[in-house]
Every structure is written in C-alpha cells, then in structure tokens.
C-alpha cells in the first residue's frame, strides 16, 4: 500500500513539475507586466504542433526540442514587442483581452495548418527506470530532471544576474525601475521570451500523456492558474511549489476518486482563497505611481 | 547647465505647467519651491522623462533632452530621486544600487558602490538586508545614494525630507552639501522651504503651474511675502 503511495507522489512530482514550469511562466509575465497571460498554454501547443512538423521531417528529437524552445522565445518576444508593447500604457483590459484573443488564434492557426485531428505524438525516452520500490516513466524522470535544471537557472538569473535582478526591481516597483534608468522595456522583451520557451518545452514534454490535438494544454493551462494562485501569484518559488504539491494532491485524489480529477485544482483554488489569499508564498503588494 | 524654456506639460488631458523658463548652473543647489499641486513633480518627471513636454525645451549641455527616453537622460547625466523613494523593498541595499547603476561596467560599479558607502556608512553595513526593513531615515538614504550611483552630473530631489523626524532631515540636508562639495549640480523640490533657501543659491517659486517669483534665496528667505506664505512667519 505504501508503495503505491510513493509511486503516486513520483509520478506526481512529474506532473507537478510541468505545472510549476507552466505556473512560472505566467507568474513570469504577472509579476513583471501586470498582465494574466491567457495564451501561455496554447503557445506551447503551437510550438508543438512545429515540433510535429519538425519530426517528421526526420530531425533529431533533441535537435527538435532545442528548436522549439528557440521558436517559444522568439515567438515570446515577438508578441512582446508588437502587441503587448503598443497598448501596455493604454489599456489593462485591452491586454487581457489580447492574450485571451492570442490563445484562441493560436488554436484556429494550429487546426487550420495542421487539421483538427489527434495524432500521436512519441516521447522523447519510452522505457522507465527503477530506484527501490519506484517505478517511473524514463519520460517522467526527465521532465523531472529537467525541470530541476530550469528552476535552478532560473532562480540563478533572477537572482545573480543584472536583467533578472531589474526584472524583480520591475515587479516591486515600475516607476522606480524607469525613473533609475534600468531598461525596462528591453527586460519585458527577455521576460515574454523566457515565458515562452517554457511554454513551448512543457508542450513537448507533455504530449506524449495526451494527443497531439488544438486543445491539449487546456487543462494544463488552467492547473497552472491554479498552481500559481496556490503558490501566491506573486512568487516563483511560489509557483513551482504550487505545482507540484497540485500535480502530487491530484494524483492522489484521482487514485481514490477518479471523477475529482480534472475538478480538483479548482475546488483547491477556492479553498485556498478562502482561507490564505495571498497563496503560500505570497506577499501582499502595494502598487504605486 | 540645465536650461528649460516655455516649457509646458501635463498628464493626458490635463495641463499642468504653463510656459515655465528655469535654469540651473554648474555647482548650483537650485530649488524650487511651492505648495501642493503646484506642478514641482510634474517639473521633475518632465525634466528626466517620464513625463513627454508638450512644448518648448529642456536642453542639458547644449544636447536637447525633449524626446529622450528616461534611460538615455540617465546616460546624460540627469538622474531623478522621486518623491515616495521609491526603493525596491524586496531587493537587498545592494541589488537596489546595482540597478541604479545598471549602465555602469562591472569595474565602474565596483567602485561605485566604493563611493557611495563612504558617503552612507550605513548603507554598507545594510548591504545584505533588504530595502524593505531599513527604517525611514536609511531608505532615503538609499533613495539619495541610488541618485548618485551612475555618476551624474544633474541630481532632481523630490522631496528629499518628506516624512522623515527633524534629526533625519538635518542628515539629509547635510548629505546635499557633502553632494555639492564633490561636484554635483542639484535641482531640489521641497516643502520644508525654509531649509531648501538655506541650503540653496537661487531658487524658483511655482504657484498653480506658473512661475510666481524667482531670485537668490538669500533675498527670497528677506521676502515679506515669501515669509508670509511659505515659511510661516
């Protein structure tokens, strides 16, 4: 019985960590622009879809996943610069609106080009590795391991690097960012960019559990809401903490009850918002001009 | 140094400064002085570039500082200490003087960060905690040491002393000096009036975004008027 426990909690951190990865890149952009990126999902389902492309054009895997996370950031950065940029000042709403408009294009786009059918889509490493009790997909460590990797590198650029420490100095305080002369738009552009190519690597890394179809990151999209609430919106850490004790909780639950499965990120929202508004990690803020 | 011609500006819809002509020479201290909405921050914003002039000109050493961006006036040599501090209170003192000095090459920064600890002790000793926990008096410290990390030649105080006990305004004041002693030219803002005369040159008074009087500020402190309606006697 324990050992189903442990197996549960492994395959959960796995789950978890796409969710963290997903939350961060929305905490990413909230924190810094002030915005909810509604599309950070359905990039990622794009970039999969070229992904696909780039497959069966017989490139290499790891070449492949290394091109679409280029592809996430320039897209990331393209958006930046040409729609986010030019109503930033006017508009908050218009901004939520854009990114909510950019996830649905990103669907009609990728049904169109690629037709509305599932497809099959293989993991990167098919087998699975053992260590005691626990058996985990080859895949699922992966992401895990990888996952590891960019938390750590991020938390190092956030923390140890100029642009990371003025995108904080950004989040805290935008008018005292601007007024000290850090280049504030040159930082969003690094931000959208970053967001993106996470969003475009958690769509491969994740495919495989699912089909490659114009929706697939919906639900992934929304527990990584959830995640980032959790975690307290306003955290990274905070994010990637949220998401995997939700992958770890859900999976879980889905054991005992499978039909709370997909409802249970939700219900844990409201609870959280109920009783810890500001999420676990969470810090209230203050915005001034 | 800095000279500002019919200068008119505002925020959307709304104008705020009507027509103001100020200039500022090199190893001044120049204040500016008036009370409530009179436009004193608006004058600032304007000056460094969060606020676009709707006409007349700012030149800065002859270069023409109207359509810069505030990263390129930072980069001239104007840099704006705003009104509120605002420090970053999750960075640590050092992390919010990094990003003030955020153009500068790692072996300029260094000593930088040199410069600014012997002007602020304190600050040295602080350099790990964050911005946040620092008491009122150390973050504006912070606010006036972030202003002098990227070498300026131009420093705009807002309200360097707002909200800050007697003894700490008195520090801060004394700050401004040590400031001018070593070459840097200051365009102050301030409502505590009486101690903006004493420590600067000239001084201009704003009223309702005109330009109501301007002179020495040995002379203004002497103003009947002036006595009456800004320093309270």
Redesign the interface.
């Known amino acids: 019985m324990f050992e189903i426990y442990l197996n549960l909690i492994a395959r959960g951190l796995s789950t978890g960590a796409i969710y963290g990865l997903t939350a961060m890149g929305i905490v990413l952009i909230f924190q810094t622009n002030n915005i909810l990126n509604w599309s950070q999902g359905n990039a990622g389902m794009l970039i999969t879809y070229l992904a696909f492309f780039l497959l069966t054009l017989q490139l290499p895997y790891p070449l492949v996943i290394l091109l679409a996370v280029i592809a996430g950031a320039t897209l990331g950065g393209t958006i930046e610069k040409y729609l986010i940029r030019p109503v930033r000042e006017k508009s908050r709403i218009g901004l939520l609106m854009i990114t909510l408009g950019l996830a649905m294009v990103f669907e009609g786009l990728a049904a169109f080009i690629f037709r509305p059918f599932p497809r099959n889509f293989d993991p990167l490493l098919k087998g699975s590795v053992t260590f005691g009790p626990i058996t985990l997909g080859q895949q699922d460590f992966l992401v895990i391991a990888l996952s590891t990797f960019i938390f750590t590198t991020l938390f190092l650029i956030l923390y140890r690097t ?1 642009i990371g ?2 995108a ?2 950004i989040a ?2 935008w ?9 504030v738009f040159a930082i969003y552009l690094f931000i959208w960019s970053i967001s993106f190519a996470l969003s475009g690597l958690v769509g491969i890394l994740v495919v495989p559990r699912f089909a490659l179809e114009p929706h697939f990151m919906l639900p992934i999209q929304v527990k990584a809401f959830s995640a980032a609430v959790l975690g307290g919106m306003n955290s990274v850490l905070g994010a990637i903490i949220g998401g995997l004790l939700l992958g770890v909780m859900e999976n879980i639950i889905a054991f005992h009850f499978p039909f709370l499965k997909e409802s249970f990120s939700l219900i844990l929202v409201v609870i959280v918002l109920l009783f810890l508004p500001t999420g676990l990690l969470g ?1 209230k803020t203050q915005r ?1 001009f | 140094m800095l000279k500002i011609e019919g200068l008119v500006s505002g925020y959307g819809h709304l104008e705020i400064l009507h027509s103001i002509n100020l200039s500022v020479e090199k190893g001044e201290i120049v204040s500016v002085l008036g009370s409530n909405g009179a436009g004193k921050s608006t004058l600032l914003r304007t000056i ?1 570039g ?1 606020l676009k002039p709707w006409k007349g000109t700012i030149t800065f050493e002859g270069r023409l500082l109207n359509n810069l961006d ?2 390129q ?3 001239h040599g104007v ?2 200490v ?1 009104e ?1 501090r ?6 640590t003192v050092k ?2 003087l ?3 000095g ?2 500068l090459r790692n072996i300029e920064l260094s000593e930088r960060y040199n410069f600014v600890y012997t002007m602020f002790p304190v600050l040295k000793e602080r350099e790990k905690q964050l911005g946040g926990t620092l008491s009122g008096g150390e973050q504006q410290m912070l606010a006036l040491a ?1 202003g002098i990390m ?1 070498k300026p030649s131009l420093l705009l105080l807002d309200e360097p002393s707002l909200g800050l006990a007697p003894k700490l305004v008195t520090l801060i004041f004394k700050a401004l000096k040590r400031f001018r002693d070593e070459g840097l030219t200051i365009l102050l803002v301030e409502q505590n009036a009486k101690r903006a005369l004493e420590i600067s040159n000239r001084a201009y008074i704003l009223a309702t975004g005109y330009l109501a009087l301007e002179g020495n500020s040995s002379d203004l402190i002497a103003d009947q008027n002036v006595k009456r309606l800004y320093l309270g006697r």
Do not use: Q
């Open positions: 100029k420490i003025g904080r100095g805290e305080d008018y005292g960012a601007r007024i000290l002369g850090v280049p810090r001034r | 460094s969060i505030p990263i006036i930072v980069k840099v704006h705003p509120g605002h420090i970053f209170p999750g960075l992390e919010n990094l990003l003030a955020y153009k972030r990227p």
